[in-house]
C-alpha cells in the first residue's frame, strides 16, 4: 500500500506529481490511499519498495482536456477525488480516448463533479457580499460565504477583477481571500461571528434588489433553486423577498394597466414576421440570465443606448457548452432584438450547418449589445465600436460566460476577440487557434461572417467561405469530443 500526503485539499501540483511517479511505477489504483493536511514529509510513503519503473514504449500520454477536468475535480469536497482522478489517469495506459466515453462510470462522475465545482463557483460570485468597516486606514470590506468545495483559490480572481480599488477580505470557514488592491493573499478561514453585521450597503443592495424586481417575471420555483435559501442569511436583500412576492401579483397588475405605447410600424412588422420564435423565448422559465437580460435592457453604460433601438443581449440554453460571440449587432439585430438574424446571420447559420452544429443548442451573443450606425439618408451604416465601447460592454459578456459557463467560446472577428482576450488582437494571427482562457475555458478564434459578405470577387469569396466553415468543422470536432 502507498500513502499519499498532500499539502492540502486542492494541491494539484502535488496531486499531479505523486500521480505521475505512481503511474510510471505502475502502482495499481486499488494500491494508493490519498491524504490531505497531514504531517510533512514525504510525499510518497509506500509500505514496500515500489514496483520497478515500466516500459518507455507504455510511457502514459495524459489527453489535453484532463488537465482543465482534474483541476476543476480537486476542488470537489468529495474524499474520492484524488482517488478517482488517479484511477482515471491509470485508465489511460490502455484507454487513451477515455474521456470521450461519458457514458463511463468514471469519466461521467468527473464530469459531475466539474459541473458541481462551475455552479458552486457561480454561487459564490453572484452571492457574496460585502459589510464596510471603517478603519484607522480608510474602509475595508468583509465578506462571509460558506461554499460547498474547495473553490475560494478557483472564485477569488473574479473579485479581484471586479473589486480591484477595494481594500476587501472573503472569509469561509476553511480559508481567508485578502486583497489589498495589488496581491490576493490567502489565509486561515474563520467564523461567521467574525465578520461584522449590517452596515450601510446592506441598504444599497436592498434598494438595487427592490428596484430590479420584476413581478411580471416571478417564478417562485425557479428563484429557490437559482438562489437556495441557504445562502438568504448572507444577503440583505433577502429580507426584503417575501413581502416582493406577496406584492408581486398586485404590481404585475399594475404594469400591464401602464404597457407602453406601441412600437414604430416597422419594428412591428418584423416582429409579426419573427412573433413565434419571440412568443416561445417569453414563454420560457425565468432564469439567472433572463434577469441579466432585464437589467441590460436599460444598460446606459456607453452612449451608444442613446441612437440603438434596444439592447441586444445573447440567446441560446444557459446550459450550452458553447459559445459564440460576434462583434454588435446589425441594422436588423437592433429592430428584431435578436443577435445574428440578419445577412450576417444567414451567412453564419449556413455555415455552422454545413460544419454540422446546431446551433439552437450553442449560446449566441456579440461583444457589444447596441448597434452603432452611421446614418447615410434612410440607411444606417454599421460603424466599428471603439475601445472604451467594447470595455463597458464587456460587463455584459462577462456575466453572460459567467452564468452559462460555456466549455468552448468561438470569437467571430477581431473585436469579440479583443472583448475575451482584454486586448486588441490581430484575427490573421490567430485564426484557427484554440486559445487557453480563464478558468480551463478555451477560445477559439476565426473570422466574423460579415467578412465574407464584404470580399467583391466572388472565387474569393467562395475560398473564404469554405475556410470558414473548414473552422467551424474543428469547432464541431472539439464539441463532439466534450460531448463524448
Ligand atoms: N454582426 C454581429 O457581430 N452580430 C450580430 O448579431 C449581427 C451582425
Known sequence: MVTVRLAHETDFAGFRHAA?????????????????????????SADEPLPPPIAAERELRVPRLFVPLAEAVVCHSSPDRFALLYR???????????????????????RRMEKSIGRDVHKMHAFVR??????????????????????????????????????????????????????LAFGPGGRREDVPGEDATEDLWRTYYANIFNPARLKVKAMTAEMPKKYWRNLPEAALIPSLIAGAERRAAGMIAAAP?????????????????????????ATDLDRVREEAAGCRRCPLYANATQTVFGEGPQAADVMFVGEQPGDREDLVGRPFVGPAGQVFDEAVTEAGIDRARCYVTNAVKHFKFEPRGKRRLHKKPNGGEIEACRWWLAKEITLV???????????ALQSLLDRPVKITEMRGQFLEFRDGLTVFATVHPSFLLRLPDPEMKRLERARFVDDLKRVAERIAEMAA
Do not use: C
Open 20 to 44: 505521475r511517479r505512481l503511474a510510471a511505477h505502475a502502482v495499481p489504483p486499488a494500491d494508493v490511499v490519498w491524504r490531505v493536511g497531514e504531517a510533512a514529509g514525504d510525499l510518497l
Open 261 to 285: 405605447t406601441l412600437p414604430p410600424a416597422y419594428h412591428d412588422r418584423i416582429r409579426i414576421r419573427d412573433g413565434e420564435r419571440i412568443e416561445a423565448m417569453a414563454d420560457t422559465e
Open 88 to 110: 482515471i489517469l491509470t485508465r489511460f495506459f490502455v484507454e487513451p480516448r477515455l474521456l470521450q466515453i461519458a457514458t463511463d462510470p468514471d469519466v461521467s462522475a468527473a
Open 130 to 183: 460585502f459589510r464596510a468597516v471603517p478603519t484607522d486606514e480608510g474602509e475595508r470590506f468583509v465578506a462571509w460565504f460558506e461554499p460547498e468545495h474547495f473553490i475560494e483559490e478557483r472564485a477569488a480572481p473574479f473579485f479581484r477583477d471586479r473589486f480591484a480599488p477595494m481594500h476587501w477580505t472573503i472569509l469561509t470557514p476553511r480559508v481567508a481571500i485578502v486583497w489589498d488592491t495589488e496581491t
Open 405 to 415: 459557463q460555456p466549455r468552448l467560446i468561438v470569437g467571430l472577428g477581431g473585436t
